[in-house]
């Protein structure tokens, strides 16, 4: 049979001899490993005690917009969901009552709006289908839990602070 690639490697079935059997010489070889390594620069850093700088295109976690007025930019359109490949958005629709101007941009609004982090694959296409710049990727690192259902982020978790409240 024709080999795809040539990185298959034939297996010795012979059986082993006495100085195999020993293992001794298989150790050495592992030791050797080992002790080259200690003097080779290390791959691998003390996170979270050392960072690594980020790409300046890194996609962390995402992040709902408000515009200048603190008013929510999304308007449930649902076009981040259509786009995601990894179906990872999901949201509810509400319209805009008399009264709620200074709250939501648009007539229509997220109720509702979550993203599950476990399944996002960072690659963006929500931010870049959004047409009312409202949600877009941070530099923020996603933070780890041992809880599934922390991954599952919601408003309160996306929206950014009403630039309103923070004076
Ligand atoms: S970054 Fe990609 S995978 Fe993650 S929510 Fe947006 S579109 Fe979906
Ligand atoms: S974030 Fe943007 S694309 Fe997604 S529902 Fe809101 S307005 Fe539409």
């Given amino acids: ?76 359109c649902g076009l981040c969901a259509l786009a995601c490949p990894a179906e990872a958005i999901t949201m509810e629709a509400a319209e805009r009552l008399p009264g709620e101007e200074h709250l939501y941009r648009e007539e229509k609004y997220a109720a509702k709006y979550e993203i599950n982090m476990l399944r996002c694959i960072f690659c963006g296409f929500c931010e870049e289908a959004c047409p009312k710049d409202a949600v877009y990727l941070s530099q923020t690192v996603t933070p780890a839990s041992y809880q599934r259902k922390d991954f599952i982020y919601n408003k309160k978790d996306l929206l950014i602070p009403n630039p309103k409240n923070s004076n």
């Fill in 1 to 76: 049979m024709e080999l795809l690639t040539n990185k298959a490697k034939q297996v010795d079935r012979r059986p082993m001899n006495f100085w195999e059997r020993l293992y001794l010489i298989s150790i050495a070889k592992g030791m050797w490993i080992t002790l080259k390594h200690f003097f080779k620069k290390k791959a691998t850093i003390s996170y979270p005690e050392e960072k690594r700088p980020f790409s300046p295109v890194f996609r962390g976690m995402h992040v709902l917009n408000r515009d200048e007025e603190g008013r929510e930019n999304c308007t449930a």
